[in-house]
Structures are given as structure tokens and as C-alpha cells.
């Protein structure tokens, strides 16, 4: 496709379990940026890729969360014994390497109940 | 005190109004700066992006920055209910450092 790809698009699970969520970049674009955004926010920048690599993991909030570039394409944002704070919209965005322009996708809505 | 602070409305304006949007902050590193319009429950949309000092300008959109200043604006033009949208703007120190956003002004463009 033309565009960021995230999915699911919706994902409700319960306290305490596993969800993984997927990210598809545009064709050719090196970096790629997790964000999460609550209600009423602007998106908290969680970690950024170059390539493979996390070139900045700053903003991850602790060891429940984890992502992952393994071929420099597509990311899976990995969050373990998931908490109700958890719970918001994941942002992915990606930008071609040297441009500022940062493109995102429609995120990813997580419920923890 | 927050990296980037932006009033968060929610601003009411009636269709045809020049509409100014503003943002200060407080990291003199950044250089590259850009305005978001986040429609509800979808991404935000790359709106302009402007490198240091200067305006730019984008149909009915110009943007503006003040370095020296550390403040910035996004001004709207006759506008238009489809408009009305969450505006957010971001900026970052160089092409390879992470965006940071302000918290965004909520619009709402009345007919």
C-alpha cells in the first residue's frame, strides 16, 4: 500500500496478557517511530528505528514493552503483563532517511480490561 | 516545564475566519518544525514542516516560526468546517531525532 499500515486496528485483551501490534512502513522508508497518544494528548514518542536498529528507546516506559525492526521493514511493538494504563492509541510513523517528514498510520486502539 | 506547550482550545471560529494556532517551547535545539491535523480517531496528518526561522506558505495555510522567540504559529485562512480537527505541533532537533509533540488545540470550524 501507499501508506503506514497498523494492525489490528482495534484490540481489546485482558489485564495481565501479552498483545503484540504490527506496523508496516512505506516501501523505502528507514526510519520508523512508535508513539502512544491518549485521550485528549499528543502522541509520546516510545522508541525510533534506523534500519534494523532502535537508534533511541528513551521514551519506552519500563521493561513491560519492547519492539523490534529484525529485517529493517515491518515492527512489532511487544507489550507483556499488560496493565489498564496501558490502554490507548499506538502510533506508528515512518519517514525516509534524511527527510523530515514523518508519515503516520491510522494506529492501533488498545483496551486493557 | 514541558518541552512544547500549546493551548489546547477547544477553539470555536465561524466558517471564513482567519484562524491562529501557536505553540512555544522551551529546547533551543530544535530545528525542524511542523503542524499535524489529527482528525477523530485517525493519525495525524502532516499539515507543513518549516527548517529554523521563517514563514512558509501552503494554499491556505502559512506557517511561522520565531527561533529567538521559541515560539511558533500555524495560521488558517477562510476557513472551512472541514477544518475543524485537532491541530499538533511537533518539532525536532535534526532530521534524525525523534518528533515531540504538543498536547494540540482542539477546532471546531462553524458553518
Known amino acids: 500500500g501507499a501508506g503506514v499500515s497498523q494492525t489490528p486496528s482495534n484490540k481489546v485483551t485482558e489485564k495481565g496478557k501479552y498483545v503484540e501490534l504490527r506496523c508496516d512502513p512505506i516501501?523505502?522508508?528507514?526510519?520508523l517511530y512508535w508513539y502512544r497518544q491518549s485521550l485528549g494528548q499528543g502522541p509520546e514518542f516510545l522508541i525510533y528505528f534506523q534500519g534494523t536498529g532502535a537508534a533511541d528507546d528513551s521514551g519506552l516506559p519500563n521493561d513491560r514493552f519492547f519492539a523490534v525492526r529484525p529485517e529493517g521493514s515491518v515492527s512489532t511493538l511487544k507489550i507483556q503483563r499488560t496493565e489498564r494504563g496501558d490502554s490507548a492509541v499506538y502510533l506508528c510513523?515512518?519517514?525516509?532517511?534524511?527527510?523530515?517528514?514523518?508519515?503516520f498510520g491510522q494506529g492501533t486502539r488498545l483496551t486493557v480490561v | 516545564q514541558k518541552e512544547v506547550e500549546q493551548d489546547p482550545g477547544p477553539l470555536s471560529v465561524p466558517e471564513g475566519a482567519i484562524v491562529s494556532l501557536n505553540c512555544t517551547y522551551s529546547n533551543s535545539a530544535f530545528q525542524y518544525f511542523m503542524w499535524y491535523r489529527q482528525y477523530s480517531r485517525k493519525g495525524p496528518e502532516l499539515l507543513m514542516y518549516?527548517?529554523?526561522?521563517g514563514n512558509k506558505e501552503d494554499g491556505r495555510f502559512t506557517a511561522q516560526v520565531d527561533k529567538s522567540s521559541k515560539y511558533i504559529s500555524l495560521f488558517i485562512r477562510d476557513s472551512q468546517p472541514s477544518d475543524s480537527a485537532t491541530y499538533l505541533c511537533a518539532m525536532r532537533g535534526t532530521s534524525y531525532d525523534k518528533v515531540i509533540f504538543g498536547p494540540g488545540t482542539s477546532l471546531s470550524v462553524i458553518p
Open positions: 510513523a515512518s519517514s525516509s532517511r534524511g527527510d523530515t517528514e514523518a508519515f
Open positions: 516501501s523505502g522508508h528507514t526510519a
Open positions: 518549516t527548517y529554523s526561522s
